[in-house]
């Protein structure tokens, strides 16, 4: 059985294995720890980039001799296969590592089979089936299991539940410091999504900006009549964009620009052929949702939401939302997993329960 200490080196990789955000994916992000016999840290490393060396060997390169003997606390299961680096599995071994600690197993089939290989060879293998190492590598478990990635809905709001500005004053909701943290996770996702309301009454650029760009997100405008006007600062070459319409639409005006066809349901698109395609062309493993209302009620009601990202302002609206995010919020099974302070908001993440 893993023990409190276990745990603590655990976590402690699964904090590791964030850094990799933006730049680990498609692969999963994976934190690596190795401790001696006196339980002295001599080895750490996580997946930087996909394509270059696992979080294991990077933990091996840093302990170098001290991994002889060594445990490895890892918040993945060590891969199995050459893909283009090559198996973890075999590179503990070859360390001469004696204890392995797993936080959660591999679920993909084509990399698996790290553990078998380890105790087939005499290493003591022990899977913590840690919940916070499950949460690090949900949206990679997510997009094998349904061939769908993340979605992140993220709205800011005020205190009351609006999330429209009066016409003629500021559209920030939020302050400066939450307007970063998004510009942040701009430059960590595969796609960012918006309903044609807010290309119209907003002309956003959608685009990373103040913040290091790790990868440049597709921009996805939801637009079922194609009504984005032509000079919309989303049309623009600083990013790709898709703009997405129902069947049967009129298209000549946007043949300069990629397009996707999806079919009506009651007349509101099904969107889950959109988030397969983002899949299935860019390899997106998460997608932020920035709305508007509209657009949140069908991805909820539609069952696409895996995540809700929540900024509240301490200020209330003067106006009578159309939809009050309060209550649509209370509409969903939620489990709350994070709630700071950002600036003068406050920033809630939520896991959104049932998804498929």
């Not at 590592?97 to 084509?110: L, M, S």
């Not at 003629?168 to 996702?189: P, T």
């Amino acid at each position: 059985m893993s023990s409190e200490f276990d745990f603590s080196i655990l976590h402690q990789a699964a904090r590791l294995a964030v850094m990799g955000h933006g730049t680990a994916e498609p692969n999963p992000m994976v934190g690596c720890i190795l401790t001696n016999s006196d339980g002295d840290i001599v080895g750490e490393g996580f997946h930087e980039k996909c394509g270059e060396a696992h979080a294991e060997l990077n933990a091996l390169a840093k302990a170098g001799d001290d991994a002889q003997g060594s445990t490895a606390y890892i918040t993945l299961e060590p891969c199995n296969h050459q893909g283009k680096t090559p198996p973890c599995s075999e590179a503990l071994l070859k360390a001469g590592v004696a204890r392995v600690v797993i936080g959660v197993r591999d679920p993909n089939e084509d990399a698996s089979g790290g553990i078998d290989f380890l105790r087939r060879n005499s290493i003591e293998v022990e899977i913590a089936n840690d919940e916070i190492c499950a949460e690090l590598i949900a949206p990679f478990a997510y997009k094998i299991k349904t061939g769908l990635p993340w979605v992140t809905c993220k709205w800011a709001q005020t205190k009351d539940g609006c999330i429209e500005t009066p016409r003629n004053e500021s559209k920030w909701i939020s302050c400066e410091e939450s307007q970063q943290l998004v510009h942040e996770e701009r430059g960590c996702v595969d796609a960012i999504v918006v309903g044609v309301g807010t290309v119209v009454a907003d002309n956003p650029t959608l685009t990373v900006r103040g913040a290091i760009k790790h990868r440049t997100p597709i921009r996805v405008v939801i637009d079922p009549a194609l009504r984005t006007p032509l000079e919309s600062k989303i049309l623009n070459e600083d990013a790709p964009t898709l703009i997405v319409h129902a069947e049967g639409a009129e298209t000549s005006e946007f043949s300069d620009y990629e397009l996707l066809s999806l079919p009506r349901t009651n007349e509101v698109l099904d969107l889950a052929p959109l988030f397969r395609h983002l899949v299935t062309k860019y390899d997106a493993t998460n997608v932020m949702v920035e709305g508007g209302t509209t657009l949140f009620q069908h991805i909820f009601k539609q069952n696409l939401a895996n995540e809700l990202w929540v900024f509240t302002a301490q200020n209330r609206s003067n106006m009578t939302p159309k939809i009050n995010m309060n209550s649509l919020l209370t509409t969903l099974s939620t489990t709350r997993i994070e709630e700071e302070p950002s600036g003068v908001d406050t920033v809630e993440r939520y896991l959104v329960n049932h998804c498929k």
